[in-house]
């Protein structure tokens, strides 16, 4: 009786050692699974934070994307440009005056020169070259002084020349070539220059003979 009992004790601490061995095997975690260390190795989409690669890449599908006409807003930068508005020119151009053939614009008075003498050898009305000149006939003028000649095509009132030629000059004391051209009026010092073989600086000496053409 003693042996039987003590079988089903055994028997019985047998069956508790068992039941609690397999409740605490129970009880330990579980071998990690293929969801729980994707968690851990992969994050869910959408959670994680994008890497340098893949801003880059964004950036550049997104600069690259245009609109294809299907009604929906186009993710290409729009260049803005200005168009500049024309400006009106404020410079009004002053009203040009062409020169007559042949005569200047203006001429600087020479030693033995004078505006009527100018007027003759240019052939120009010698009131206008007053005129324009802001001179009247009793005005004085000077070595140097620039004069504006008339460019109206009106010629000298009266007879240009003051002496005939051509013809032959003699050569006087204080004699220049302008002032042997203002003696006949309508010639000028380089014509005489020219006609008498003459180079510059021009020297004339007393009792020369020059041709006046």
């Known amino acids: ?68 006409g299907g009604g929906g807003e186009s993710n290409q930068p729009v260049a803005v440009t200005e168009t500049p508005e024309p400006v009106a020119p404020t410079n009004t151009p002053m009203p040009y005056v062409q020169p007559t053939a042949g005569i200047p614009t203006s001429h600087t008075l020479k030693y033995g020169e004078f505006p ?42 009266g007879d240009p020349a003051l002496k005939a030629h051509p013809t ?3 050569v006087k004391a204080g004699d220049t070539l302008e002032i042997i051209a203002c003696k006949f009026g309508n010639v000028s010092p380089d014509m005489i220059a020219l006609q008498n073989n003459l180079e510059a600086p021009y020297t004339l000496t007393v009792g020369q003979k020059l041709v006046i053409p």
């Open 168 to 170: 032959e000059y003699k």
């Open 116 to 157: 009527f003498c100018i007027a003759r050898r240019f052939d120009v009305d010698q009131y206008e070259l007053l005129a324009i000149n802001g001179l009247g006939l009793n005005s004085r003028t000077y070595v140097g002084m620039t004069l504006k000649i008339p460019q109206t095509g009106n010629h000298f009132d």
């Open 1 to 68: 009786m003693k042996i039987k009992s003590m079988l089903r004790i055994s028997s019985v601490i047998l069956v508790v050692v068992v039941l609690t061995v397999s409740l605490s095997a129970c009880r330990l975690p579980a071998s990690t699974g293929p969801d729980e260390a994707a968690s851990e190795e992969y994050p869910v989409p959408g959670t994680e934070q994008p890497s340098n690669v893949d801003v880059a890449a964004t950036a550049t599908v997104q600069a690259g994307q245009v609109d294809t």
